[in-house]
């Protein structure tokens, strides 16, 4: 009987990852900026849900949580990724190599401005305008109240705006642009 309750969790499972993988990698690449790793981290996020099985199908909101989990994992990988910078930077000058006028797509000015963002609030604009969730969920992937979404968002969208100057930095333009950017991330891998 063990196999019966086993083999309909293996399917259940099977069908939520065919439903949302390329959802949860659209996510990790839009939060941490890097399509290279965002397949990796989508499917480190499912298996620990996949360990988690029984938990995350009883949830309310399955797919809320995985988004919860990316999100993690995104900030682990930022933290991580800041402190390997902070040990190099110690060795080596501090150089500015960028462009004064870099000639580049909106997506990828988009892209830039987003990695500058703090973590939170990028996460509330990246679900709220690239994935278009509601407040509600994004406050429950994220693990903060509806309240804190509101405010982090409209930081995040002001600071994107000043980022971006005023060509282009609209918000219906910083949505498609959002949108594009996940496309671009491998979206049907």
């Known amino acids: 009987m063990g196999t019966v309750v086993d083999d ?3 399917v259940e499972f099977h069908a939520f990852f065919e439903r949302h ?3 949860l990698s659209r996510l990790a690449h839009l939060l941490t900026g890097e399509a290279d790793s965002a397949d990796d981290l989508a499917a480190d996020a499912l298996l620990a849900l996949w360990h988690r099985w029984d ?3 009883a949830a309310d909101r399955p797919a809320a949580y995985a ?4 999100a993690n994992l995104a900030r682990t990988k930022i933290r991580s990724a800041v402190r390997e910078r902070r040990r190099v930077a110690l060795f080596w000058s501090q150089r500015e190599e960028r462009t004064e ?3 580049v797509a909106g997506v990828v000015d988009v892209q830039e401005a987003l990695r500058r963002l703090p973590f939170r609030k990028r996460a509330c604009v990246v679900l709220r305008h ?3 969730l509601s407040e509600k969920d994004t406050a429950l992937a994220l693990g903060v109240s509806v309240g804190t979404v509101k405010s982090q968002t409209s930081k995040g969208m002001a600071e994107l705006q000043r980022l971006l100057g005023t060509q282009g930095a609209a918000p219906l333009q910083v949505h498609a642009a959002m949108a594009r950017t996940g496309d671009a991330g491998g979206r049907d891998r």
């Open 55 to 57: 938990r995350v199908r």
């Open 101 to 103: 006028n870099p000639d």
């Open 8 to 10: 309909a969790a293996s």
């Open 67 to 70: 988004r919860g989990v990316v």
């Open 21 to 23: 993988y390329a959802e």
């Open 130 to 132: 690239a994935f278009d």
